[in-house]
C-alpha cells in the first residue's frame, strides 16, 4: 500500500523574489512545500557588519590597519606624558641640592655659607678659599633672591670687588661684572658711590645689604668687619 503524500503551499503578496522548493522526507512519508518569498535579495550578512574572514572570523585588514594606527598614537600620547613628567621631576630636583653639609644652604647646583662672625673682606675670602669655596659669585636674579631671604636683614661681603683698577669690578674668579642691576641706592645716588670715604684706599669692596632702606650691593671699604656668604661645589667643600 503505497503512504499518504501531502502538498501544502503557501503564497505571500510581496514581490516576487527566488523560489525555493523543500522536500523534506522523514519514513515513507514525504511533504512537499513550495514556498514563495518576497523582499530584498541581500543577504543577511552584507548589512553594515563588518568583513571577516569566514575560515578564521578575524577582521579585515583594513580595519586591523585602523586598529594599529589608533594604538600608535596612544603610545605616543603616552611618551610625551612621560617625557613631560621626566622634564617636571628633573628641573624639580635640579633646584635642590642634599649632599650639602650641615650649616650649609643648598640653593640650585650649589651650597651656600653664611658666616656668623665678622672680618674684613680680605680674610672673609681666605677662609672661603678654607673650606673649599669663594665669597659668592651673584650670577642670576634668582639667586639674588636666594642671597636677600637667607641674609635676612643681615650684611654679608660677597665676592666683587674694584680693588685692582677703580671703577672696574670683578668677581674673585676674575670674571668682569657684566650686569649692574643690582647695586642698591643711598640717598637717591646709585651704588658704587664712594660714600663718606675715609679709607685712602677707598670703597673698593662690595657688601649685600638686606635693609629696607638700603637694599642691594653697596661699595664699602674693604678694611671693614662684615659678615661673609660664601659658595662651593658640595664636593669640594672641606669640613
Known amino acids: ?41 541581500d543577504s543577511p550578512s552584507s548589512i553594515d557588519e563588518p568583513v571577516t574572514d569566514k575560515n578564521s572570523g578575524e577582521k579585515a585588514p583594513g580595519d586591523l590597519q585602523r586598529r594599529v594606527v589608533k594604538l600608535r598614537w596612544v603610545f605616543i600620547i603616552l611618551a610625551l606624558l612621560c617625557l613631560v613628567l621626566v622634564i617636571t ?10 649632599t650639602c653639609p650641615q650649616l650649609w644652604r643648598p640653593f640650585q647646583s650649589k651650597c651656600y655659607f653664611f658666616s656668623t662672625v665678622e672680618m674684613n673682606w680680605t680674610l672673609s675670602q681666605d677662609n672661603c678659599t678654607a673650606m673649599g669655596g669663594h665669597l659668592v659669585i651673584i650670577e642670576s636674579e634668582d639667586e639674588q633672591e636666594f642671597l ?8 654679608y661681603w660677597i665676592g666683587l670687588t674694584d680693588s685692582e683698577t677703580e671703577g672696574k669690578w670683578l668677581w ?13 641706592e643711598r640717598n637717591g645716588i646709585k651704588e658704587p658711590d664712594n660714600y663718606n670715604n675715609t679709607d685712602p684706599n677707598g670703597e673698593d669692596c662690595a657688601r649685600l645689604n638686606t635693609d629696607k632702606g638700603l637694599k642691594g650691593w653697596f ?21
Open 172 to 184: 674673585v674668579d676674575k670674571s668682569p661684572l657684566h650686569d649692574p642691576k643690582f647695586w642698591g
Open 1 to 41: 500500500m503505497s503512504a499518504d503524500i501531502h502538498y501544502a503551499t503557501v503564497n505571500f503578496s510581496q514581490k516576487k523574489l527566488n523560489k525555493e522548493v523543500l522536500r523534506i522526507q522523514e519514513g515513507d512519508t514525504s511533504t512537499y512545500a513550495e514556498v514563495k518569498v518576497s523582499g530584498r535579495s
Open 148 to 155: 636677600q631671604q637667607e641674609a635676612n636683614n643681615t650684611q
Open 89 to 98: 621631576f628633573s628641573l624639580h630636583f635640579k633646584s635642590i641640592n642634599y
Open 219 to 239: 661699595d664699602v671699604s674693604c678694611g671693614r668687619n662684615s659678615k661673609w656668604a660664601c659658595e662651593a661645589q658640595d664636593k669640594n667643600i672641606k669640613l
